[in-house]
């Protein structure tokens, strides 16, 4: 499964910023708002810090804690064959982990 988070602000300000997690540290321009992190683990905690510097007012920061989704699907749904005369197509989902703390589950579909 896919894991990021997507973290935004708004300050008034346009400084130069970083993002500090796991021991990385990320660059970001002051015209930006908003940074997409990807690449993270399933099912984990994440502790995000933005800093400004720059302005020689003093720095900004702040920060934010968050846990990624659990890994749910651990085989890709597959397509259930209908009939050749039906208009809609079933989808089958793997089952959800009991250990899972799930509430929802959110499923965009796209036809091309």
């Known amino acids: 499964m896919k894991t990021s988070?997507?973290?935004s602000w708004e300050v008034p300000e346009t400084n130069k910023y970083q993002i500090l997690y796991n021991n990385?540290?990320?660059e970001i321009q002051g015209d930006l708002k908003k940074k997409l992190i990807?690449?993270?683990q399933p099912d984990t905690y994440y502790s995000f810090v933005l800093m400004s510097y720059g302005?020689?007012?003093g720095d900004l920061q702040q920060q934010v804690s968050v846990r990624?989704?659990?890994d749910l699907l651990s085989v890709k749904p597959t397509?259930?064959?209908p009939s050749v005369d039906e208009d809609w197509v079933t989808i089958?989902?793997?089952e959800v982990p009991a250990e899972a703390h799930v509430r929802s589950v959110l499923f965009l579909w796209k036809t091309c």
């Open 92 to 94: 089958v989902m793997p």
């Open 24 to 26: 990385q540290k990320v």
């Open 5 to 7: 988070v997507l973290l």
């Open 68 to 70: 990624t989704a659990p």
């Open 55 to 57: 302005n020689g007012a």
């Open 79 to 81: 397509r259930y064959q």
């Open 38 to 40: 990807t690449r993270l």
